[in-house]
């Protein structure tokens, strides 16, 4: 397939995508479990609500509960779905942007990521042979039920060892469970970390830690695919950590869901 170009709208990947007949602009985001669309979006596209919903969890812990729509059909470059099931959900703050594209999309098709070209690529066999000839394969834990995917990368973190992250395109520096801190030799309390309280948008209360952490991190296994002294934020969460662009950017990363894995590979491989 021709590559897709994408565009940063701050630390997101935007991608222009087909909805029946209508061209639009969706978030490809590997941390969002679920396709979604806009009200507004399904109203103008026909999207019929099911009458069910789909019950989905925060990072930290507490549960969103979304209506489900019949979308006629969703189209990423050459790669269209028919008959899409799709999560209803009003996106505020991201102008022009009326969903949000999840790799459930591609449970059954591995897709590039290209950062150092800007562009998203849909594999085949033969170029996907070739992505995976070129760089490091790492085995992840792919989260599928009907509608939701999620991708759980193992992470070697310094002074703890391998970690379970899950692989979030929608975050952006390298989160971590306020639990570790201690193991990856972090004291909250220092002067040097800063502290933020705040409410999430659905009015839960966090505090989050933010701090640099001394050492190099890399996918297990693929120490050739590394970020040093990474930006971190803590914050009581419901997994080990989440990694997301600030880490990601730097390489050229495929999504083989098939075969439960991620291939990594340096800008120009």
């Known amino acids: 397939m021709p590559p897709v170009p994408f565009r940063y709208l701050h630390h997101l990947v935007t991608v222009?995508?087909?909805?029946?007949?209508?061209e639009t602009t969706f978030v490809l985001d590997s941390g969002i479990g679920l396709t979604l669309v806009s009200g507004s979006l399904a109203t103008s596209a026909g999207c019929e609500l099911t009458g069910s919903s789909?019950?989905?969890?925060?990072?930290?812990?507490?549960?969103?509960?979304?209506?489900?729509?019949?979308?006629?059909?969703?189209?990423?470059?050459?790669h269209r779905r028919d008959d899409l099931v799709v999560g209803v959900f009003d996106i505020g703050g991201l102008e022009g942007v009326e969903g949000f594209l999840a790799l459930d999309y591609f449970r059954s098709t591995p897709v590039t990521v290209d950062y150092p070209a800007r562009a998203i690529v849909l594999e085949d066999a033969d170029s996907l042979a070739a992505r995976a000839e070129a760089g490091s394969a790492v085995d992840v834990r792919v989260e599928q039920d009907t509608h939701a995917t999620a991708v759980f990368l193992p992470l070697d973190v310094p002074?703890?060892?391998?970690?379970?992250?899950?692989?979030?395109?929608?975050?952006?520096?390298?989160?971590?469970?306020?639990?570790?801190?201690g193991d990856l030799g972090i004291k909250l309390s220092d002067a040097g970390t800063r502290r933020v309280e705040g409410r999430d948008e659905t009015g839960h209360q966090y505090t989050r830690y933010f701090t640099q952490l001394q050492g190099v991190v890399n996918p297990t296994g693929a120490p050739s695919i590394c970020q040093r002294d990474p930006e971190v934020m803590f914050q009581q969460i419901i997994y080990d950590g989440l990694v997301g662009d600030a880490f990601l950017r730097n390489f050229i990363v495929t999504y083989d869901l098939p075969k439960a894995r991620m291939i990594f590979a340096p800008p120009g491989g």
């Open 16 to 22: 222009p995508v087909l909805v029946g007949g209508t």
């Open 54 to 78: 789909y019950t989905g969890r925060r990072m930290s812990g507490q549960e969103v509960t979304i209506p489900l729509g019949s979308l006629g059909s969703l189209t990423v470059g050459d």
């Open 159 to 181: 002074g703890r060892g391998a970690i379970s992250v899950e692989v979030d395109m929608g975050s952006d520096s390298l989160i971590v469970n306020e639990a570790l801190a």
